[in-house]
């Protein structure tokens, strides 16, 4: 019952910090809050050139929000874009239409396709379209393709640092110490702690979820009960990393600096970065880390609306991550006391 | 009657450095052993290891006969550090509970022994205050109260009065006394000479070696000196 102890302690106090409290929760919402205001703003304005277009395509051009400016047939394309306020220009030459995105703009490369596209179509079937990007490429993201990252991460983030200060603050405070003077025994510290915060953070998981799909609105195809297994599974595996790292930290900055070493580069291969366009001296880092899984899972059903089937290898795997850092969890706090 | 509780003979590195070196201690209940000694010295060390959460590079350490460490001797025992470790957020109250759950009070008397202990540190009008807002020298008292919670055999006290007003400290050696007379065995280190004079034994540490050891008189007969005080002194303390 010794577990029961710590599980009961670790929520007592949670309870009486309400900063903290609030900071796990809160700060999580109030970030995706504002990346969603920040992708999914104000209507797009957009300004397109046109070289040569045929006047039976021309005189259909007509649309919200977009500006359609003629430029002469002499004109440098690239140099227009780059020092004129140009989004795109299209460009017809031999019944070829030629289209050259500004490009450094994800979302606004895909609306201007969209655009062209179907005011092209219906006119000249026979017309093809080539895409020629100036800055960026095609598989640039939006919110919807990367909110389910976010929540992902900013889940791991919060938990993984708030579980490694206050099992480093354990040692630093000398409980850890009188703790290992009495007969409790390691693997109960170690669960009565993955269980405290596992019953906190599944409360945190939910509410982030509940508001990143409900408030926010992110895109949301699949069923809101294998969201929150996930977001859980990526709870429970921060908890145990920051849990295992807070052992080789000194104090809380130390803590804090592992959040660039271990955590931030685990959100570039979590799926913001095709896996494939990633130099291959890094790639091999992805399937290391936790998010990796946890992600791919997330975007699986509220993306793609898949269910168990797909995700299980995921979760299986996320399983596996907590289950090992818990083992060397046990086996570091030998440091502390050999039995 | 008298009956030998701990006997260790310890040689302790952190790498290179020697901190204790061959440490030969028998202690018996119905004793305050205290260690004096400047500080770096090594008391801590080697109380650290006489209660099982160090172990020695060379040498063993027995409790009730049986080697440390072990879970079931650790049961008998009541740690005190110099550190407070305390949960701030918490209540004196909530804290208590805790350790008093995980140290195996049972569950009935337990709101019985932590008045007990709490009258004892003086601290029972501050039962629900949390600790964060205590001052240094009650959160000693409580870390103390939290010793002795789970009626140890052997209480290992690291400096426990530190901070802790004259009169109170009395009170709280009166206790010691009356727990010594019952047949515990207390491990109490100190800087401060008037509780040195209430141990039933001294042991003074020098660079991480025993270098007397003896009642407080026959310290002083040893050294030639009126007062313990004196008597560290002239071991170089």
Known sequence: ?339 | MTTTIIDANVTKRFGKKKVLEDVTLTLTNNEIFGLLGPSGSGKTTLVKILCGIDVPTEGHVSVFGKKMPDLELIKRIGYMAQADALYHELTAKENLVFFASISGVKRNKRAERIQQVMKLVDLESDLNTKVETFSGGMKRRLSLAIALLHEPDILVLDEPTVGIDPALRNKIWDTFEILKESGVLIVVTTHVMDEAERCSRLGMVRDGQLIAIGTPDEIKTKTEASTIEQAFLSYGG
């Open chain 1, 1 to 339: 019952m010794r577990v029961l102890a710590v599980v009961n302690r670790i929520l007592k106090q949670f309870l009486h910090d309400k900063r903290t409290m609030a900071l796990m929760i809160l700060a999580p919402i109030l970030v995706l809050t504002m990346l969603s205001l920040v992708f999914n703003g104000e209507e797009l304005e957009l300004k397109i050139g046109l070289i040569d277009v045929p006047s039976t395509v021309y005189t259909n051009m007509e649309q919200e929000n977009v500006a359609f400016v003629k430029l002469d047939s002499d004109t440098d394309v690239n140099e227009t874009l780059e020092q004129e306020d140009y989004d795109a220009i299209l460009a017809f030459e031999q019944g070829e239409s030629k289209l050259i995105l500004e490009g450094s703009d994800p979302s606004i490369n895909n609306v201007i396709i969209d655009n062209i596209k179907s005011e092209i179509s219906p006119n000249t079937t026979s017309v093809s379209l080539s895409v020629e990007h100036l800055y960026g490429s095609q598989d640039l993201t939006t919110f919807d393709n990367i909110g389910p990252v976010l929540v992902g991460f900013f889940i791991f983030f919060f938990v993984f640092l708030i579980a490694g200060v206050s099992f480093l603050r354990e040692r630093t405070q000398g409980t850890l110490e009188r703790l290992l003077a009495s007969p409790i025994k390691r693997w109960e510290l170690v669960m009565g702690y993955v269980i405290g915060f596992g019953v906190f953070t599944t409360i945190q998981s939910s509410i982030i979820a509940l508001y990143s799909i409900y408030v926010i609105d992110l895109m949301m195809e699949g069923s809101f009960f294998y969201v929150l297994i996930i977001t859980v599974m990526i709870a429970l595996s921060a908890l145990t990393l920051g849990i295992l790292l807070s052992a080789f930290a000194k104090n809380e900055l130390q803590m804090i600096q592992f959040i660039p070493l271990v955590v931030v580069p685990q959100f570039f291969f979590a799926g913001l970065f095709k896996l494939e366009t990633i130099s291959d001296y890094l790639s091999w880092l992805g399937p290391l880390t936790p998010l990796y899984y946890g992600a791919d899972a997330l975007r699986d059903v509220m993306i793609r609306g898949q269910g168990l089937i797909e995700i299980w290898t995921n979760l299986v795997v996320l399983g596996g991550f907590s289950i090992v850092f818990i083992i060397m969890n046990i086996f570091a706090l030998k440091k502390h006391r050999s039995i």
